[in-house]
């Protein structure tokens, strides 16, 4: 689990006896899911040996045996959706011509991004309508991944703040978090390069080279480059030309900070034609 999470899940468990939340009570019992079990924490270092990199796994802990997805406010909302998993939205739209003109506007968006190297956070409501989008973060948040529901669903959502205190937690259903947050919400663009000397490297290989109908999520051209290596070795591989270096891309759905009035000067300030 992310460090910020894991804190969150510890400071529950030490204070438990003194905390009560809304939808949920007062807290009876903490479980966290491990492999295909619910093991109940009884000590800090049960949770320490927790992970919930997996995104599919959507309840984090299980409060009073309630599944709860615990979210940092400001943070990713769903981890890594690629093209090829786009026709997935058809489950929402029940409707192939509407499914398609989604997919459209993401690559409008990032065709735009990419040669104009702009800021890679792009408004919901620029590319879906509401009664799709809410079906569609509803599941990825609560239910599952594409085309795959899982064995740990979430009924509740558990936002906290930066600080750790029972002052900044908050627990929704989906409605009312969709309802607080929907203004704060977008698909962030995510970059990957071929021929980089990290492991993105093979995702960036996968999206441009193995995932069905991704042609326009991979660029010839390079835009942004890797970070620098905690190791001091080179970004780039020697054994890739530069000429075969490739620029890919992935959406992560994010929840933002921003105040509404910076979205809509960033809207009007930029011709997204």
């Known amino acids: 689990m992310p460090g910020n999470e894991s804190e969150l899940i510890k400071f529950i468990f030490n204070k438990k006896n003194n905390l009560s939340f809304n939808h ?71 409707d192939d011509s509407i499914t398609m003109s989604i997919i459209k506007n993401l690559e409008k968006k990032l065709k735009y ?50 600080f750790i205190a029972e002052s900044g937690i908050s627990v929704f259903n989906f409605n009312e978090y969709f309802k607080k947050y929907t203004n704060k919400i977008y698909f962030s663009y995510r970059r990957c390069w071929v021929g980089t000397t990290s492991s993105e ?29 905690n190791d001091e070795k080179p970004k780039w591989r020697k054994d890739i030309p530069i000429n075969e270096r490739r620029t890919a891309y992935y959406l992560d759905i994010t929840g933002k900070k921003w105040r509404k009035e910076f979205y809509l000067y960033f809207q009007d300030a930029v011709d997204w034609t």
């Open 24 to 94: 949920i009570g007062k807290i009876n019992s903490i479980k966290i899911p491990r492999g295909k079990e619910l093991i109940e924490v009884t000590s800090e270092e049960e949770i320490e040996g927790f992970s919930s990199s997996d995104s599919s796994k959507k309840a984090d802990v299980y409060l009073n045996d309630i599944g709860v997805s615990v979210k940092q406010e400001g943070g990713k909302l769903f981890n890594k959706l690629y093209r090829k998993d786009l026709m997935f939205l058809n489950y929402f739209t029940n």
């Open 113 to 162: 991004i990419h040669n104009k190297n702009l800021k890679r956070d792009v408004y919901w409501k620029d590319i879906i309508e509401e009664k799709y989008f809410r079906k569609l973060l509803e599941y990825l948040m609560m239910k599952g991944k594409p085309y795959k529901l899982n064995n740990y669903p979430a009924k509740y959502i558990l936002i906290n703040k930066d």
């Open 201 to 229: 490297h093979k995702r960036a290989m996968n999206i441009c080279f193995d995932h069905k109908n991704s042609d326009n999520w991979c660029f010839k051209t390079i835009t942004g480059e890797p970070r620098n290596r």
